[in-house]
C-alpha cells in the first residue's frame, strides 16, 4: 500500500516593513484553514514568515534589529499557529529569525541569532529544528548596493548541523523521515547529501530570493534565477530520492522583487506542482513516499556505490584550488 501524505505548499506574498507579525500569522492561519479544507496534513511556510525578509534593511547597532527576532516560540504572537495546528489535525513548517540569550562561560550573558526554521507536529509539538548554514550576502553596509542582503550581520552559522528526524505527520502511523533546508542551503549538493546519509524522505525548504542578483557584475538573465532554484531542488531530490516542498515569500516586498515558484518536487527530479501567482497561494500534493525507494535501491543505493574514500576535498577545504599545470 502506498505511504501517502498530502502537503501543501503555502507561499506567503510580500510582507512590508511596517506590517506587524499579527499580519503575517492571520495570513498563515487562513491558509491553514484553506488546507484543512483540502485534506492537508503538512503546510509549508517560507523562510523568515512572520515578517519581511529585514536583511535588505541596515540599522547601524544589531540590537535596534532585535524587534524583527523570536525570543520564544510559541510568543503569544505565534500561539494561534500552534493551537491551529491541534485544531485541525495539521503539521506545519515556519521560517523566523530566532534570538537566544545564554550563559558565556564567564558568568555573563551573550546574545546569539540565527535564521531557524522549525517542524510543529498536529499536537503543536517542535519535532525538529534546523538554523541555516549557509548565510548569502555581506556583512556590512554596501554602498554599491541598491539592497542590501546582510545575512552575515543578522546571522550566525547554524550550529545544529543538518538533522533528520523520523516523525509521525497527519494521518498516517509509521514516521516520516523530514529534513530542513533554508533558502540559499538548497545550492549546496553537500547539504542535500548531509540529509540524504540520513534516508531522508521529505525535504521542507522555505527561501526568499530576488529576482535580480545585485553581485552579478554582468547580465544575469532574469529567468535564469527560477531555474537554478529549480534546478537545485530538483537536483537534490533526484539525487538524494526523496521528495521536497520549497517555499517562497513573493512579491515586492519594501520596494524589492522576489520571485515566487514554490515548488513540490518527487524523487525523480520532476516539479509535480508549483505556485503561478506572487501572492499568499496553497499548492496542494499528495506525495506517496514509498517513490524514494526507486533511486536508493538502484543509481543511489549509496552503501552500494558510494565512494567516500575519494570525497576528502568535500570536508578539508572550503575554498577551490588551481589544477597542477601539465
Ligand atoms: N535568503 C537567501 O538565502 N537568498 C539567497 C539569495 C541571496 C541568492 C538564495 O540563495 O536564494
Redesign the pocket.
Known sequence: MARRLTVGAAQLGAIQKSEGREIAVARMLALMEEGHRRGVELIVFP?LALTT?FPRHWVERIEEADHWYETEMPSAATKPLFDAARRLNMAFHLGYAELVREPDGTGGVRTRRFNTAILVNAEGRIVLKYRKV?L??HAAFDSARKVQ?L?KYYFEVGDLGFPVVKTRLGRREEGVNVGLL???D??WPEAWRVLGLQSVELVLVG????SI?QEAKGWEAHHLRVFH?HLSVQAGCYQNACWSVAVAKAGIEDGAELFGHSIIVNPQGEIVAMADTWEDQLVTYDIDLDRCRLGRVSIFDFARHRRPEHYGRITSQVGAVEPPMV
Open positions: 523562510e525578509f549557509h548569502p550576502g542582503h545575512e533554508i533558502c540559499n538548497r545550492r527561501y526568499n530570493t530576488p542578483n532554484s
